[in-house]
């Protein structure tokens, strides 16, 4: 089974591991590509901003991206603690996620404050990793068709995207780091939702060509069975990126 779109397995290592586990675990997942040879997915890592040059000197390139977890929308300026894109291509980065939950709930990220961010990253050649996504009372309530589509609107409003220069992640709140991952069809079910939306912002070819990746507690022993879903296009894994055997083997998922 070939997919429409070419998967794209993406690891966030958040803020966990020290420059040595960094380099450790790039090394077993560059080194893993290396003996596989895939020519049917693209896969990223995504350290912490201290360790991007760390994870960029560790992977063969031409098998492993390297992606930034955040970044402001500024080219530069007196944004203390801030990074802005010039510095992350600098550091290597190609990809960088934007609007992780983790970012909405503890930082207060707002839409508006995503689009620019989106906008900066498209305009600088990174291509954004968006992510959105219901919190468990939305899903309860009926509201996670609501709750998604106004974040995928409001994010990407007047922003000039296009298949190849933005990806976006759907990942439950509800199953971030829970242990509790949304089934395949219930990820089914929204991906098909938002890729609706995208076709009735930018149009049916764009729609079908965009990357739609699941998060939320991706493991090896669901991958697969998350995969064989035509919608998917891939995942944005967390706790499981952490481990090489447990990162290559979603990696390597089969369907």
């Not at 500024?74 to 802005?84: H, I, L, N, P, Y």
């Not at 510095?87 to 290597?92: I, P, T």
């Not at 709140?173 to 509790?180: D, E, L």
Request: aromatic content about 10%.
């Amino acid at each position: 089974m070939s997919k429409l779109r070419r998967p794209l397995i993406a690891g966030n290592f958040k803020m966990y591991l020290n420059k040595e586990q960094v380099k450790g675990l790039c090394r077993a997942i560059s080194d893993f590509l290396g003996q596989k040879r895939y020519t049917d997915r693209d896969i990223l890592v995504c350290p912490p901003f201290v360790y991007l040059m760390t994870a960029f000197e560790s992977v063969d390139r031409s098998l492993v991206s390297i992606g930034a977890q955040n970044m402001y929308f500024e080219k530069e300026g007196a944004f203390t603690g801030e990074v802005s894109f010039e510095m992350l291509k600098d550091c290597g980065a190609t990809f960088v996620i934007i609007g992780h939950s983790e970012r909405r709930k503890y930082f207060f990220e707002t839409e508006e404050l995503l689009r620019k961010k989106i906008i900066a990253a498209i305009g600088a050649g990174l291509i954004p990793i968006y992510c959105v996504g219901e919190k468990i009372e939305d899903r309860n309530s009926n509201r996670h068709f609501d709750v998604v589509k106004r974040q995928v609107a409001e994010g990407l409003r007047d922003v000039n995207f296009k298949a190849d220069n933005l990806v976006i992640a759907y990942e439950p709140v509800w199953a971030i780091g829970t242990g509790v991952n949304a089934t395949p069809e219930q990820a089914e079910e929204m991906h098909i939702f938002i890729r609706q939306i995208i076709s009735e912002m930018r149009g049916a070819e764009v729609a079908n060509s965009l990357r739609i990746l699941y998060g939320g507690s991706v493991k090896p022993d669901n991958i697969d069975s998350l995969m064989k879903m035509a919608n998917i296009d891939g995942a944005l894994v967390g706790g499981a990126s952490l481990k090489a055997e447990q990162f290559t083997r979603i990696i390597d998922y089969r369907i």
